[in-house]
């Protein structure tokens, strides 16, 4: 069963979920209650903890990839039309007036690429160039001393000396710049380096495309690119990556999301449109308002699972997208059957296979690691009801191939059993606590449950102190049920705060083009997933309030406490172990005054775990959990069966 699943606007959310949680900015107070009893059994398991359970969920929202995660600095860099508001490209002009561009539909590079801009200069010279301006994505983000790779494809009429610069928007004077001498009348990438002095970091530069001289030329699939993690060509954006690697993720969900689905079946995430060299890449609209450069494709998001050490949850496109656009079960989706199937032998396949040679070929010959395959995404929005068959013809078809491949349903079926079925929930803090104990009861001869995005909607950009004592009290849950439940996924994970680039909030990571920050909801996700544990032990508790959640697992060595106290006065928890248990300890507290509280670009670490040392004495040890806190504590264990 879904909750307040989002398509929906927020206010609509807002109108059906219960009413927030007090957001009190007074500061904590003394607990004047009787204290809670926590009586834990270390050495009777419940059952085991899924070891995938903490992961990753990503789509291309808020600028994730474009403007973010896929640090290509050129907006727009296949130059399309971008009507009467063109304003990814502007002229470069000179006092006399030099410049002018016109988007040229009919000269392009390659099928996918089919149009370019044509810039005719006509009164230039070297101390008065002339040409295109690019912006970037709110300005381009350089640092001093910096080598950014820099290339263009070009065709010239006659022959031309094509410069790229950076430049500083405030001097208009170019910071790094390169000249691609003799241009010809043929198709051709040019390709150089930009290295940056002693300037200023920041985002206050942008990019020209400019000739000394009269000519002609045409452009497009212009690039600026910086360093990227571990180096990888074509890679992702360094900060970010080391922030993700923090949450311990072992799986990535994606592409999506409404991103999988698009608005219009011409519009789904098209796989095969996503891979080889990024001249073959035609890029697409995508469901949330701006147009996808597909430079983050299939083979970078398996390569992103590569870098984190993640397995893959690919989502495939299963036949429907969001404006109501479906293929019958049948014939009709048969060809999307058979692009899953592809799909999967590009991802999985070793290289005597027809996809996986096609991955060799694009530079990975190595076959990734799928545990996983969902088919479409929030299919119960389907006017059509046609999922159920939809998803039988897929499952049947994949389980032919696959047959020990686990398949994930986004919504109830009845004509197979799906392996895990994925479920969503978008809910305010205080339906989080409520609801924490949801699964505690549930079936556990169904299918597996994948709770594959979930946020307590509170903050913007990014998620506050509130959302993060929901989205902890709701963990607890997730922790007790890991039996039934696989794998779980905050959403959506990413988010660029400068003006416009939101789309939804609240969001987990925060960043502009050079700095990025985590959200409390973070440091929870981390400090929770950094203390798994590999089962769950019996426990019980009394007294603790309704804003007050729990869990217990261990491993053999260490036993894992979580306690969220989301009230605004502190709880003494007097905690006894029965099992063996004895020493020093570790915790982590997280904690704010307010739940309005949070971080941001300007106070990146303001709300940070602070660790602290723990004893327990004779299996005991009384905890004075601050209001509004969330902590981690880490107890040794000996050994059990
Ligand atoms: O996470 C944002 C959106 O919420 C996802 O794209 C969609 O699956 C859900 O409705």
Redesign the pocket.
Known sequence: MKHL???LPLSVICLFAVPMMAQSSAPAKKAEKAAAQLTIAADKTLHGVSPSLYGMMT?E?NYSYDGGLYPEMVRNRTMRDGGWMQEDWMVVQNAAGGASFVNDEKEGPTAALPNSIRLTVTAASPAEPAGLRNNGYWGYPLEPGKSYKVSVWARADGAADLTAALVSDKTGKAVASTTFAGVGGAWKQYQGTLKTGAIAAGQGYHLELTLAKPGKVWLTLASVFPETYKGRPNGTRIDLMEKMAGMHPKFLRFP????LEGDHISERYDWKKTIGPLQDRPTHPSPWGYHSSDGLGLLEFLEWCEDLKMDGVLGVYAGYSMKQEHADPGPALEPYVQDALDEIEYATGDVTTTWGARRARDGHPAPFKISYVEIG??DEFDQSKSYDGRYAQFYKAIKAKYPTLPLIATAPVTSVVPDVIDD?YYLTAESFFADSHHYDKADRKGPKIFVG?YATMEGSPTADFGAALGDAAWLTGIERNSDLIVMSAY??MLVRVDPGGMQ?HPNLLGYDGLHSYGSPSYYVISLFSGHLGDRVVESSLTGGGSRFAYSVTRDNGKLYLKLVNGAPTAETVEVAVTGPTAGAGKAWTLHAASTVDTNSIAEPRHIVPVESAVAVTAGKLVRNVPGYSVEVIELPVGRTK
């Open positions: 699943l989002h398509c789509e929202i999506g999301g409404n991103y995404n929030e969503h995005e959403a959506p939804w």
